[in-house]
């Protein structure tokens, strides 16, 4: 049992001097288009791949919000109803 332990604790530490090693990628940044499933930045207003508008102005708040989202980020427009 303490054997599987030490086991795992060293795969553990392995994995995060992995992560530490990487260079440092901000996978939260990262979303996939809604019609085309390409890789894009959560920031573009279009997708490069297949041309599709990824944002739209919210007609409350005139913030841009992700088309995707039926409701509005900032403001919450579009939640009642
Ligand atoms: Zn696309
Ligand atoms: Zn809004």
Redesign the pocket.
């Known amino acids: 049992m303490i054997f599987l332990l030490l086991i795992s604790l060293a795969f553990l530490l392995l994995r995060i001097q992995d992560e530490s090693n990487e260079t440092a990628v901000d996978v939260s940044v990262i979303a996939s288009c809604p019609a085309c499933e390409e890789e894009i930045s959560i920031d573009w207003m279009v997708c490069p791949h297949c041309l599709q508008r990824l944002r739209e102005s919210?007609?409350?708040?005139?913030?841009r919000?992700l088309i995707s989202h039926s409701f509005?980020t900032?403001?919450?427009?579009g939640t009642q109803g």
């Open positions: 919210c007609p409350s708040c005139q913030k919000k509005c900032s403001c919450g427009s």
